[in-house]
């Protein structure tokens, strides 16, 4: 099961550890040797000889992220704000840890079940920067000018000529 996911406040090496005496494993980075003190801490330098593929040693991490990178492509087109990016990744979590569910139609209920008790929210408390984003209409050409393509000189057509 996923645990919720967000951003990280600061890229600290303490922010990324487990409460109290967990086991750790990271990529063979130096400042993670003097910050693991105290947990069971496995270093995979995933660079050296040898060492199997990252989605080898890491199979748990690769798996999560590249579902997470498939999902945000597929489901947003790449279109992703900063200012949502906590609400795209509570989203993801709720969907990876109901993947697999044997009762589909209990993922509808529960979703349900979680909007009637959520209190209701304005359009503008869902807007994360709600001021920001106006669209400009765009202007109408006051003229419009034949391309320089099919700027050309008419051949003359003896045919088309009336008679005298």
């Given at each position: ?67 997470l ?74 003229s ?17 000529r009336?008679?005298?």
């Amino acid at each position: 099961m996923l645990a919720r996911l967000g951003p990280l406040a600061g890229a600290g090496v303490r922010g990324l550890l487990p409460a109290s005496g967990g086991f750790v494993a990271s990529w063979a980075v130096p400042s993670y040797k003097s910050a693991t003190v105290g947990y069971a801490h496995t270093a995979i330098n995933l660079h050296a000889p040898g060492v199997p593929l990252a989605h080898v040693a890491l199979p748990g991490v690769h798996r999560i992220a590249s579902l997470l990178k498939r999902w945000l492509l597929g489901t947003h087109h790449g279109a992703i704000e900063p200012a949502h990016l906590a609400a795209y990744l509570d989203e993801f979590a709720f969907r990876f840890n109901r993947r697999q569910s044997f009762t589909r139609g209990l993922l509808f209920y529960r979703l349900l079940e979680l909007a009637v008790q959520a209190p209701p929210r304005p359009y503008a408390a869902i807007l994360a920067n709600p001021g920001r984003k106006k669209r400009i209409q765009p202007v109408a050409p006051s003229s419009r000018k034949v391309p320089p393509s099919l700027a050309i000189r008419v051949p003359g057509r003896p045919w088309r000529r009336g008679r005298r």
